[in-house]
């Protein structure tokens, strides 16, 4: 471990729920212990009144199919039938809980990682595959899931969020956005940015930042000496801390910052306490930062085990419905896994598709001096694509 001595701000980040200079103490609000245990919360129990056990069983299933789906990605990045992969691991409770606390209607604006999000909406797997396999340059229709496709640039997304929502607002929809973020975007001058517009219009966002300690090799202590959601009342925006490995917690503290954006609140800032358990990307060795310890100590804390302790506790799940939720996810792995070998190599030419929404003489001489290109290397698909192309743009 590189790191001998945590910095003050990093030791009050590992104990969110301690005082810190500024904004004061921030309660941690969590409705299940990491033992499986039910508690109360007073601001949480209303948004989840309504939760019953099949309810429960469907968020244990979600974060299992994700896990799953996670495990299945990064075996193919590593045999090499994807160039990249951000895992999830870990995090899984923080986006089945946010994610089904939306509507149908309600627009989100995802990172690189929330593709356990992007299953719940009903991305599809080779929508989601083709991204990270080089195949295509983004996924789904955003229109179709009303989910934007992942963005790489990190914290440009609460930008598009938050115009989104001024725009519900002109339009007086009732619907709203949400952001994700994570802790180390919030050091991003876009979501500052984004934060001042939100509050200045009162814009229906909600700005879900699953704050998992590390920004790649940046402990998230370095980057704030107060909890990130202790930040957001400098905006005129209210902020919540939540257990984000606790799944209920984080769908009721959705809930809440939902009813708020729908009935003209404005912007809610949710900070979601959780813990990155896998890289950064299959292309970071989080070994060479991070100490076996903290691993250890947020494995105590996983959101899955979490869960299932606290339905078994209750007698209201049993072997049968294990299996099941297993057989589900292994079936999605399944389909995943033939979804990406099978994914078709796009046609060379395609490269200048949708690149403007008419042609130009820039674009129409860069296609011909490709064709040209391609041409030199003697028939076959590469010289059939370009004559297609040509076709086509005449």
Not at 106 to 130: C, L, S, W
Not at 261 to 278: D, H, K, N, Q
Request: net charge negative; proline share 6%.
């Amino acid at each position: 471990m590189i790191r001998i001595t945590l910095h003050e701000g990093e030791q009050r980040m590992n104990n969110p729920g301690q005082a810190a200079p500024g904004p004061g103490p921030m309660p941690m609000h969590q409705l299940i212990t990491p033992d499986g245990q039910r508690g109360a919360d007073a601001l949480l129990d209303e948004y989840v009144a309504d939760v019953d056990a099949e309810a429960l069983r469907g968020l244990l299933r979600d974060m299992v199919v994700m896990r799953r789906i996670d495990f299945e990605s990064t075996a193919l990045q590593r045999q090499g039938q994807l160039a990249l992969w951000p895992p999830m691991l870990g995090q899984e409770a923080a986006q089945a809980g946010s994610a089904r606390a939306l509507e149908a209607d309600d627009f989100i604006f995802p990172t690189y990682r929330e593709n356990g999000v992007a299953h719940i909406r009903g991305a599809k797997m080779q929508q989601i595959m083709g991204v990270w396999r080089g195949t295509s340059n983004t996924g789904w229709d955003p229109h179709q899931l009303n989910m934007a496709t992942p963005q790489i640039i990190i914290g440009s997304q609460t930008l598009h969020a938050t115009g989104y929502g001024m725009g519900l607002v002109l339009d007086g929809k009732e619907s709203l956005a949400i952001a994700y973020l994570g802790d180390g975007a919030t050091s991003q001058g876009d979501v500052h940015e984004a934060m001042v517009f939100a509050a200045s219009f009162q814009a229906p966002v909600i700005f879900f930042c699953q704050n998992n300690h590390w920004a790649i090799s940046e402990p998230v202590g370095l980057q704030s000496s107060v909890p990130l959601a202790g930040r957001a009342p400098g905006y005129g925006i209210p902020g919540l801390q939540v257990d984000g490995n606790d799944a209920l917690a984080v769908l009721a503290a959705t809930r809440w910052a939902a009813r708020r954006a729908r009935s003209g609140g404005g912007p809610s800032f949710i900070e979601a306490v959780t813990y990155r358990m896998g890289p950064h990307t299959t292309a970071d060795d989080p070994t060479r930062y991070r100490g076996v310890t903290e691993l250890e100590e947020w494995t105590a804390k996983d959101p899955i085990s979490r869960l299932r302790a606290h339905l078994l506790a209750e007698g209201v799940l049993d072997a049968g419905a294990e299996a099941a939720i297993a057989a589900e996810a292994d079936a999605v792995a399944a389909e995943l896994r033939d979804a990406c070998i099978n994914l078709p190599d796009p046609e060379p030419m395609s490269v200048f598709d949708n690149v403007y929404v008419d042609d130009n003489p820039v674009l129409l001489r860069q296609r011909e001096e490709y064709k040209r290109y391609l041409d030199m290397f003697g028939t076959g698909p590469a010289t059939a694509a370009g004559t297609a192309a040509k076709g086509s743009a005449s």
